[in-house]
């Protein structure tokens, strides 16, 4: 981390005028990156945003950002945090710091201020509400909080005495937890090199083969208890569920002990199942530990276990109450299993991010290597986008099911395999085989030439041998089914998903030879 300070807040909370008496008091250049971008364009923000939109704005305030000399006071345009990017290098510029204050006076300062703000619209108040619940989980994420409803002097006096935690959030959202058991929010939080949520009561269900690769990552939970599972789709039976319960119950966990569940998508979802089940629901934590986890299988509060012949048939809705995602933790593993994550990134990206789907084609690959910001913002992008679909269907009635684009075929080739085809080659090829049915009903003609491009880059194979009759029958058993009729998601463009249940077997048939070895 550098030496620099990040001011960041919503419109009219001080970050110019805090930003020029500490640059001055500090001996340090200022840098406002709304200034540096008019200087740059010879246009203000608000002219660009309304000729252009707000998106070539965002671009000409990434190129500011990427400039900014090491150890200036940073005087942040609001809007900037929104990209996962620029909050990367921001916070690795500097210690970053939220002014607050409460919207009333935020308003009131906006009254006579002569600078145009269009992303507030007609009603400041109400512009101002809007941009602090979308910003909320980036401001929260900063090292330090200021009440800036203060004058502007003594905020300064503040600051010069504050020291920022070692540890780096960069993103912490409270999103809602609809379940009658429990807390009304789940505190999501991602970064790198995060402090753990450490507890003596709790009971911790790790993969083994953490214990190995993150030594000390044990010790920094602090649970009573630990339990070392080895991890993998074969660990998600009803055997080792059952393992689980009866260790915790001879351990004596008791109802408010927290189950921490430590490790990739099946530790997650076995561990989660287990404490929704016992003593009839316990508090759960994740600590997604793989690419894939921290993406996609940690959020959402979906658990579960396999049966033979249909992958997640035991389940339940039981979200956790707090998920602790950290990059950091992905430097540890190979490539193919790092894949896995990169298969849900594109999953989302076609569900509902274009912005997404742009940094996997210009950065993916490398994020795959030593890449660790594109990395982070491909999680990151990918994990708010399920959130966002999580949040206004949680029991997947409707929109949820979206989240299933390439998992229908995807799961049939896994229990084809008997598992040994890993998750995310699984899903890319499942992705693959529906991109060919959509093209044939009217998707967008570049997208799946585009779609296997992008996985050809990211090292997907685009081919896979099975046996046809198996992973028929293994669609047969699908639990998305209902009534009979097996449900599909298509990719029509980027960002427009379809479901539909009149699949034709020529068409089934057509997506198998597609992807067929």
């Not at 916070?91 to 992303?119: E, M, Q, S």
């Not at 699908?478 to 029509?492: A, V």
């Amino acid at each position: 981390m550098g030496d620099g300070i990040v001011l960041v807040g919503l419109p009219g909370s001080g970050k110019s005028e805090v930003g020029r008496l500490l640059a001055q008091r500090l001996g340090r250049p200022l840098v406002d990156t709304d200034e540096v971008v008019e200087r740059r364009t010879g246009r203000s923000p608000a002219t660009i945003i309304q000729e252009d939109g707000e998106a070539a704005f965002r671009t000409a305030e990434r190129v500011a950002i990427r400039a900014i000399q090491p150890g200036a006071v940073v005087a942040t345009g609001g809007g900037a945090l929104n990209d996962p990017l620029n909050r990367w290098d921001l916070w690795a510029h500097g210690t970053a710091v939220w002014l607050d204050a409460p919207a009333d006076a935020l308003a009131r300062r906006l009254v006579t201020d002569k600078v145009r703000r269009p992303l507030l619209g007609h009603d400041p108040a109400a512009g101002l509400a809007r941009l602090g619940d979308e910003r909320a989980p980036f401001y929260r994420a900063s090292d330090l909080r200021a009440d800036a409803d203060r004058p502007a002097s003594v905020v300064v006096d503040e600051l010069t005495r504050l020291r920022p935690p070692a540890k780096r959030r960069l993103f912490d959202a409270l999103v809602p937890r609809p379940h009658p058991i429990g807390p009304p929010h789940t505190q999501v939080v991602f970064g790198v090199d995060l402090e753990l949520p450490a507890d003596d009561r709790s009971s911790l269900i790790i993969d083994a083969r953490l214990t190995r690769l993150q030594p000390g990552l044990v010790g920094a939970l602090g649970a009573g208890r630990c339990l070392a599972i080895t991890g993998g789709e074969r660990a998600k039976r009803m055997r080792t569920l059952e393992r689980v319960l009866e260790w915790l119950s001879t351990s004596r966990a008791e109802r408010d002990d927290a189950i921490v569940g430590a490790g990739g998508g099946t530790v997650g979802d076995l561990a989660g199942l287990a404490a929704g089940l016992y003593a009839r629901g316990v508090p759960y934590v994740a600590v997604p530990t793989t690419w894939l986890a921290q993406a996609d299988a940690a959020l959402g509060g979906k658990v579960g276990v396999d049966l033979t012949a249909a992958k997640n048939a035991v389940g339940a809705f039981w979200p956790p109450w707090s998920v602790h995602a950290d990059v950091g933790m992905l430097r540890t593993l190979p490539r193919r299993r790092l894949r896995d994550g990169l298969a849900e990134a594109v999953k989302a990206a076609l569900i509902g991010d274009a912005d997404l789907w742009s940094l996997l084609e210009q950065r993916g690959r490398a994020a795959l290597g030593r890449d660790e910001a594109a990395r982070y913002a491909i999680t990151e992008r990918a994990a708010r986008v399920k959130l966002a679909i999580v949040e206004r269907d949680p029991f997947e009635q409707g929109e949820r099911r979206r989240l299933n684009l390439g998992h229908t075929l995807g799961h049939a080739l896994e229990i084809e395999s008997r598992y040994r085809l890993p998750h995310g080659a699984a899903v890319a090829l499942g992705l693959r085989a529906v991109a060919g049915i959509a093209t044939q009903r009217g998707a967008d003609p570049d997208l799946e030439e585009r779609l296997d491009a992008l996985l050809a880059d990211l090292g997907f194979a685009l081919r896979h041998s099975f046996d046809g009759a198996t992973v028929r029958a293994a669609l047969a058993s699908d639990k998305k089914r209902l009534r009979g009729r097996q449900r599909w998601l298509l990719p029509m463009a980027i960002g427009q998903v379809v479901e539909v249940d009149d699949m034709t077997e020529a068409e089934v048939t057509a997506a198998l030879e597609r992807i067929g070895g």
